[in-house]
C-alpha cells in the first residue's frame, strides 16, 4: 500500500507570500494518478489539480502543481485570504484505489 | 448544474446498519465513476469505496471491506453504501464524490451526512 505523507504539517504566511506543500509518496506514483484537493472548515474538498500538473475548472492560476515519481508540489504563487485552508494529496494506485495525504493547513500568520 | 446530495446519515448503535444515499443531478449519472470518502471528526480525509459507471467494478477500503456495500441505479441517478456492523470508528461524515474521468480524482461533491456509532 502506498502512503503519502504530507509536509509541513502546519504552514504559517501571511497574504501576498508564496505558500510551497509537499507530498512525498513511499512507492513511484504515476503522475497520472496524483490529486490536490482544498478543504475550508465546514465544506466539501474541492479538486484543485489532477495529473499531478493540471489545474481543474474554475482554479486560480495562482495554484499550481508539479513533481513526479515519489515527490509533489502544491504552489500558491501569492496567497490570497481565501487560501487559508487545509490541502490534501490523493493518489490513485490499482489495488489500493484511493489514498489520502494526512493534510497540510495552512494558517494565516 | 452538477449536485450530489446525500442522506440517511443519523447515529445508530454499535452492530447496526445504516444506508446512506447520494441523489446526483446535473450530469449523465451513468457515465461515471462514483465513491465514498468519510472524514472522522476533525480528522482527515479517507477513501471507503468506488464503483464504475455500469456497477463491473467495485472497491473497498480494507477498513470497511466486508460490512459496507456499494452500489448505485443509474435509471434513478443514486448511489448507495449499505453499511452494516458498524463500529465506532465508522463515525464520520460521509461524502458522495465524482470521478473527474476514471482515477484521475473527485471534481464533484456533495455536502455530506454524519453518521454517529455509538451506544
Known amino acids: 500500500e502506498i502512503v503519502l505523507t504530507q509536509s509541513p504539517g502546519t504552514l504559517s504566511l501571511s497574504p501576498g507570500e508564496r505558500a510551497t506543500l509537499s507530498c512525498r509518496a513511499s512507492?513511484?506514483?504515476?503522475?497520472?494518478?496524483l490529486a490536490w484537493y482544498q478543504q475550508k472548515p465546514g465544506q466539501a474538498p474541492r479538486l484543485l489539480i489532477y495529473?499531478?500538473?493540471s489545474r481543474a475548472t474554475g482554479i486560480p492560476d495562482r495554484f499550481s502543481g508539479s513533481g513526479s515519481g515519489t515527490d509533489f508540489t502544491l504552489t500558491i504563487s501569492r496567497l490570497e485570504p481565501e487560501d487559508f485552508a487545509v490541502y490534501y494529496c490523493?493518489?490513485?494506485?490499482?489495488?489500493?484505489?484511493?489514498?489520502f495525504g494526512q493534510g497540510t493547513k495552512l494558517e494565516i500568520k | 448544474e452538477v449536485q450530489l446530495v446525500e442522506s440517511g446519515g443519523g447515529l445508530v448503535k454499535p452492530g447496526g446498519s445504516l444506508r446512506l444515499s447520494c441523489a446526483a443531478s446535473?450530469?449523465?449519472?451513468?457515465?461515471?465513476?462514483m465513491n465514498w470518502v468519510r472524514q472522522a471528526p476533525g480528522k482527515g480525509l479517507e477513501w471507503v469505496s468506488s464503483?464504475?459507471?455500469?456497477?463491473?467494478?467495485?472497491y473497498y477500503a480494507d477498513s470497511v471491506k466486508g460490512r459496507f456495500t456499494i452500489s448505485r441505479d443509474n435509471a434513478k441517478n443514486s448511489l448507495y453504501l449499505q453499511m452494516n456492523s458498524l463500529r465506532a470508528e465508522d463515525t464520520a461524515v460521509y461524502y458522495c464524490?465524482?470521478?473527474?474521468?476514471?482515477?484521475?480524482?473527485?471534481?464533484?461533491w456533495g455536502q455530506g451526512t454524519l453518521v454517529t456509532v455509538s451506544s
Open positions: 495529473g499531478a500538473s
Open positions: 464503483i464504475s459507471s455500469s456497477s463491473s467494478y467495485i
Open positions: 464524490a465524482r470521478d473527474l474521468y476514471v482515477s484521475s480524482g473527485h471534481d464533484y
Open positions: 512507492q513511484s506514483v504515476s503522475s497520472s494518478y
Open positions: 490523493q493518489q490513485y494506485g490499482s489495488s489500493t484505489r484511493y489514498t
Open positions: 446535473g450530469f449523465t449519472f451513468s457515465s461515471y465513476s
